[in-house]
């Protein structure tokens, strides 16, 4: 089974909307860094809404052994670019990443990506959720930034739009 390595937005939004336990059934293991978690533990100490990934039993931290310069340059925060790095060495790895720079930087070190969305229609696709749109409304609710265009093709990607 591929090794899915979680940046923050992912893991917050789907603890936000109730729904960590598909990460769990879908994924088995999610991977963080200890830059992940520092995220998630700042985001905790300023009052976000956001779960302490070190209790949960489905979760491995991890880190990347070196740090490549042109992730560094590339301007985005700790935690997207020791995501990118730790999915850079190891071997079947999805990175799971929503800001579009980090995805095209890990897409342009040839590092395979998914997200939040991504999730979803996989969680339907496999019989975990019977339908995307009512959890994209719950996202939207929670400030997931979500074009209209993009909600249309989610749907349409998930059979319930045509």
Do not use: W
């Not at 880190?63 to 020791?82: F, M």
């Not at 939207?140 to 059979?159: C, D, Q, Y």
Request: no cysteine; charged share 20%.
């Amino acid at each position: 089974m591929s090794d899915y390595i979680f940046n923050t937005s992912p893991i917050q939004y789907f603890h936000q909307i109730g729904r960590l336990d598909l990460l769990s059934v879908l994924l088995g293991r999610v991977i963080v860094t200890t830059a992940v978690v520092q995220e998630i533990a700042l985001g905790m100490e300023l009052g976000s809404d956001l779960p302490d990934v070190k209790k949960l039993d489905f979760v491995e931290i991890r880190d990347p052994t070196k740090y490549l310069n042109p992730i560094l340059k590339s301007g985005l925060g700790a935690g997207e670019i020791s995501v990118i790095a730790l999915a850079l060495e190891t071997v079947d790895s999805t990175a799971v990443l929503d800001d579009r720079l980090a995805r095209s930087t890990a897409v342009s070190f040839g590092v395979p990506i998914t997200g939040t969305l991504g999730l979803l229609l996989d969680a339907k696709n496999h019989g975990f959720i019977r339908a995307v749109e009512p959890v994209l409304d719950e996202l939207i609710a929670k400030r997931f930034r979500l074009s209209s265009t993009t909600r249309n093709a989610i749907l349409r990607l998930s059979g319930e739009k045509a």
